[in-house]
């Protein structure tokens, strides 16, 4: 697995890990997490994250997840965790590690959230890491949306590109993967985004994750819940969700 700098590791002081999972956009996210998981149905699975950061993906399937309880296991693989990095609030069916599991090791779900906007070379990682995919699986994928919202944001957290929906198919076009879901997310911020990050020009030694006001960040879950359930064809955003299934 090649060297990836990860979101969340490079924002880890930026909020408490525990309170992170309250942030409006982490919580929209674990919304699109459910929806993959619903594909496989009612019945036990596995999970692999790659790149799975501070590991909320993980406390909120221990936790909180609709599907927690068909949960068999998870594993996050994140090669730039801090040396002795933990978190207490996993349960005893969830791990972290730096190390890739065994090659012959397939899970019912792979989630690769906000990851292969860091590499050069998506195409070739994805073909990889396919391998621990069961046929019928489920991959989710995330990447920051169009580049016209290009900023100081993404040189901090090491992005190379931006994606369209159209660009994230084409990641995926010549794999065994079927799509099942690909739109475009948090579009209800987008103007605000693109003013605050091509407008203003913002340099900062900091990137834009931080806990808003309680009651802004309830009304931004609160759009973010509602983008999430109408599952309209939205024409921009800031995000791309991909939902693929392996043939």
Known sequence: MRSIKKMDIKEINNMDIYREKEHWWIKTRFLYLDRAISKLGSRPFTLLEIGSGTGQNLSYLSNDSEYRDQLVEAIGVDI???????????????????????????????????????????????????????????????????????????????????????SLESEVDSLPLVKVYNRYAFSFVFP????????????????????????????????????????????????VVGIFRKK
């Open 80 to 166: 730039s965790l801090p040396d002795g990095f933990s978190r207490n609030d996993l349960s005893s069916k969830v791990s972290m590690t730096k190390e890739m599991p065994e090659k012959s090791k397939q899970f019912d779900v792979m989630v690769v959230m906000d990851v292969i906007e860091h590499v050069d070379h998506p195409k070739e990682l994805l073909k990889d890491w396919l391998q621990y995919l069961k046929p019928n699986g489920i991959l989710l994928i995330t990447v920051p949306a169009f580049q016209s919202l290009w900023s100081n944001h993404d040189v901090l957290l090491g992005h190379r590109r931006r994606y369209t929906r159209k």
């Open 192 to 239: 605000i985004v693109w003013l605050v990050r091509k407008m203003l020009k913002k340099e900062s030694a900091e990137t834009d994750l931080k806990l808003p006001a309680k009651w802004i960040n309830a009304i931004l879950y609160f759009h973010g819940w509602l983008e999430s359930q109408i599952g309209g064809d939205f024409f921009i955003g800031t995000s």
